[in-house]
T-cell receptor
Framework: GQQLNQSPQSMFIQEGEDVSMNCTSS?????WLWYKQDPGEGPVLLIA?????ELTSNGRLTAQFGITRKDSFLNISASIPSDVGIYFC??????????FGKGTRLHILP | DAGVIQSPRHEVTEMGQEVTLRCKPI?????LFWYRQTMMRGLELLIY????????DSGMPEDRFSAKMPNASFSTLKIQPSEPRDSAVYFC?????????FGQGTRLTVV
């Protein structure tokens, strides 16, 4: 079945550093979603991408939908402590079932 | 809108007891999903509904799990009988135009 592969699984960075994570699939998706989950909370939508090649920003976050529609990346610039959490990519299938990756866990070192 | 509302937020129960988790989706959303999250297995889709009809329950672990959506504003996930390995955080999400919005989850502990 369709799967989303996220990398890296976890990241340890210093505050102020830029972060890059990505998501790939063997199948084409027409929409690509990025979520963030804070500890003890449900995932929250960060960015939605709808067109191949689309580049979208939301504050310090930037995400791009790959031209082949089989991959996407999420960048965070100048990381701050509240960026800690799990970042998920997700893609809805033709039947509205939404597939999630296993997440990238972001840690910020003091 | 208040977002997706789940209750209870926390549930501790003894093995063998019945557990019912509740979800109120965002008004106007036509799809509803139940997910389970554990450290080992991540976020797993259990079942989803489209216009109140169950579409895919292939993720439901076994017959002890059942889910209903009697109307567009309410869904339940029931575990009977519960087992310690069911301990996890259960999320409900609703979607419109293929974008999902999550509730805050129910943390279930079965002792």
């Amino acid at each position: 079945g369709q799967q989303l592969n996220q990398s890296p699984q976890s990241m340890f960075i210093q505050e102020g550093e830029d972060v890059s994570m990505n998501c790939t699939s063997s199948s084409i998706f027409n929409t690509w979603l990025w979520y963030k989950q804070d500890p003890g909370e449900g995932p929250v939508l960060l960015i939605a991408l709808y067109k191949a090649g689309e580049l979208t920003s939301n504050g310090r976050l930037t995400a791009q939908f790959g031209i082949t529609r089989k991959d996407s990346f999420l960048n965070i610039s100048a990381s701050i402590p509240s960026d800690v959490g799990i970042y998920f990519c997700a893609g809805p299938r033709w039947d509205d079932k939404i597939i999630f990756g296993k997440g990238t866990r972001l840690h910020i070192l003091p | 809108d208040a977002g997706v509302i789940q209750s209870p937020r926390h549930e501790v129960t003894e093995m063998g007891q019945e557990v019912t988790l509740r979800c109120k989706p965002i008004s106007g959303h036509n799809s509803l999903f139940w997910y389970r999250q554990t450290m080992m297995r991540g976020l797993e889709l259990l079942i989803y509904f489209n216009n109140n009809v169950p579409i895919d329950d292939s993720g439901m672990p076994e017959d002890r799990f059942s889910a209903k959506m009697p109307n567009a504003s309410f869904s339940t996930l029931k575990i009977q009988p519960s087992e310690p390995r069911d301990s996890a955080v259960y999320f409900c999400a609703s979607s419109f135009n293929r974008v999902a919005f999550f509730g805050q989850g129910t943390r279930l502990t079965v002792v």
